[in-house]
């Protein structure tokens, strides 16, 4: 069996929240620029789920200038998930 650092994560193709150590399924997009970083049209995008999207938006904060949008995330294949 693989035992890289990713190795706890599931199919790497299935989105999961950006948060450490959390595999839930995001129900959150943050798109965010870091100017010292990227290009001003560049949006470097974080999933979130429901528990961890106000961390990671404070994180990215408002008030630095980081996060450019905040918009609803769905996951193909996500109503599957929601019901537990
Ligand atoms: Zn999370």
């Known amino acids: 069996m693989p035992a890289g650092p990713d190795a706890a994560r599931p199919d790497p193709a299935e989105p999961v929240c950006s948060a ?12 965010w620029n870091n100017p010292k970083l990227h290009a001003p049209d560049y949006r470097k ?4 789920c429901d528990a961890h999207v106000d ?3 404070g994180f990215l904060s408002w008030e630095r200038g980081f996060l450019v949008e905040r918009e609803p995330f769905t996951a193909p294949g996500a109503a599957d998930r929601q019901t537990h």
């Open 20 to 31: 450490r150590g959390c595999h839930a399924a995001p129900s959150w997009a943050l798109k």
């Open 55 to 57: 961390d990671l938006e």
């Open 45 to 48: 995008v974080w999933l979130a």
